[in-house]
Structure formats: structure tokens, C-alpha cells
């Protein structure tokens, strides 16, 4: 009589499937810690002033500030500070992005042309220039930065939209629908943008990589609002004049910054590998 044989484990079967395998556990590893850590230095005494420009130790892992205060505990505050930011910024471009190329990829005509043509005008700005416009317009605040880094991002999003959904709107199954009587609305939000939201997604992260930077150069050079809130942006620019003197001030923001980034960009790389 012979054993039932037994169920394969969980581990197993995540060693079997490929796209377990090449999942970036670091990546995802390094995010989970700058999240965690910025939520439970929620509650922590930033300002608190101890000895001024302290190195590394055993009671400041990073140092101290030119005001006394500790770097660790700033750099996971600023953190999600910088996460958050980059987030929304993303979340405003990926929305006003997508309605605007899935518009236009999928309707043609003189309303392509007409959307194309402004998207074209908006490419031709840089980010960074829009968004001092922008702050310059509507004042010093992290919404200012949000609404500018997000704004800054919008065009390029909606090229991608606008050249996918042309894409998928000749489909058979779409033309199919389009002949049994579906209208064009309905075409967009059931065929056509579902068929489109894995490029997008993927688009979102490798998008949220430059709201990154985009947002710390902003508060780099000074307008991030309230300067006792910290950023990592904010962090760089305290640490250039003293950069020589007290190193640990530039590498600490500096090196969260470069592998925050380089975490996302190779979980976007991941979300759009088939």
C-alpha cells in the first residue's frame, strides 16, 4: 500500500515559481524599514538639542546636527516625510496623466491632435522650472511641492497612457464590444484601461523614484516650508556648510536618498516584467 504522498510545502512552491524567485526582497526590505522607521520616530523628540556636530557613536549612531540634534532620529522622521511627499506627487501625475493620454489615445481625431499638441507644450517645460513656478505662485508649503512635483510629472505619464490606450482601443475584443453597442465611455473604463493599468502601474514606481528626487531638490534648496520638520532634502542642504568638517551630516540623507530610489526603481523594473 503505498503513501499518500504529502502536500507541497509553501517554500517550495515559491522556489518553484520564477517570479517569486526575482522578486526584490531587498528592495521591498529597505522600504519596509524607511516606513517603519519614519512612523515610530513619529513621537520622538527631534529638536532636542544635544552636543553640537558629535560624531558617530554609540549614543548618536549618526552624529549630531549644527543645532545638537540627533541625525538618526531625523533621517527616519524626514523619511516619511520624503516618501509621503513623492507618493502624492505621484498619485497627482498618475491621475491627471492617465485621464489625459487614455482620452487621447482612445477618442483620435482633432481631440487627439488637440491633447497631443498641449502635451507636447508641457513636455517642452522642465519639471524642476514648473515647479518653481508653481511654488513661486502659490507660496512655500509641502502641498506647494506636492501640486509641483506632481503637475511636473503629468506629461510624460500621459504620453504612455495616451500611447497604450491607442494601442489596445484596436483590439479585436475592443472593436467587438464597440459593434455590439458599447459607447465610448464605457470602451474606456472596462476594456480599454483595465488592458492598460499593468504599463501604468509599473510607470508609477519608476515615476515615484524621480518624484523622489524631484522633491528633496525642492527642499534642498529651501522650500519645503517649516525648517524644524525634517526632509532629507532639507538635511543636504544644513549639511554643505560644515560637508568637510562633519561628513556623517551629507551621507546620512545623501545615502537613504540614493537607496531609496535605487529600491524603487527595481521593484518598478519587477512590477513590469512579464
Known amino acids: 500500500m503505498t503513501s499518500r504522498p504529502s ?7 515559491m522556489t518553484q515559481d520564477p517570479r517569486v524567485r526575482r522578486t526584490p526582497w531587498i528592495a521591498l526590505a529597505w522600504l519596509a524599514i524607511v516606513l517603519l522607521g519614519g512612523m515610530l520616530s513619529a513621537g520622538a523628540a527631534l529638536n532636542v538639542p544635544f552636543e553640537s556636530l558629535a560624531p558617530p557613536s554609540p549614543i548618536h549612531p549618526l552624529g549630531t546636527d549644527l543645532l545638537g540634534r540627533d541625525v538618526g532620529l531625523r533621517l527616519l522622521a524626514g523619511g516619511l516625510r520624503t516618501l509621503r511627499m513623492a507618493a502624492a506627487a505621484t498619485l497627482i501625475a498618475a491621475t491627471l496623466g492617465s485621464i489625459w493620454g487614455l482620452v487621447a489615445g482612445h477618442a483620435g481625431g482633432w481631440l487627439e491632435w488637440l491633447l497631443v499638441h498641449a502635451n507636447d507644450v508641457l513636455l517642452s517645460v522642465p519639471g524642476l522650472v514648473l515647479a518653481l513656478v508653481v511654488i513661486a505662485a502659490l507660496g512655500q508649503h509641502e502641498a ?5 512635483v506632481g503637475l511636473g510629472g503629468v506629461g510624460s505619464y500621459a504620453r504612455l497612457a495616451r500611447s497604450a490606450a491607442a494601442e489596445t482601443s484596436h483590439r479585436p475584443f475592443v472593436m467587438a464590444a464597440r459593434a455590439l453597442g458599447a459607447g465610448e465611455v464605457r470602451l474606456l473604463q ?7 493599468l499593468e504599463a501604468l502601474s509599473a510607470y508609477a514606481l519608476l515615476h ?3 518624484a523622489l528626487v524631484n522633491s528633496a531638490s525642492l ?3 529651501g522650500l519645503g516650508g517649516a525648517p524644524s520638520i525634517p526632509d532629507w532634502g532639507q538635511m543636504l542642504n544644513e549639511s554643505r556648510l560644515v560637508f568637510l568638517s562633519a561628513p556623517w551630516l551629507a551621507a546620512a540623507p545623501g545615502t537613504a536618498l540614493a537607496l531609496t530610489v535605487l529600491a524603487v526603481q527595481r521593484l518598478g523594473e519587477w512590477v513590469g516584467k512579464p
Open 7 to 13: 502536500p507541497p510545502r509553501l517554500a517550495s512552491l
Open 144 to 148: 506647494t511641492i506636492i501640486l509641483a
Open 190 to 196: 472596462h476594456h480599454v484601461f483595465p488592458n492598460t
Open 208 to 210: 515615484f523614484g524621480w
Open 219 to 221: 527642499t534642498f534648496l
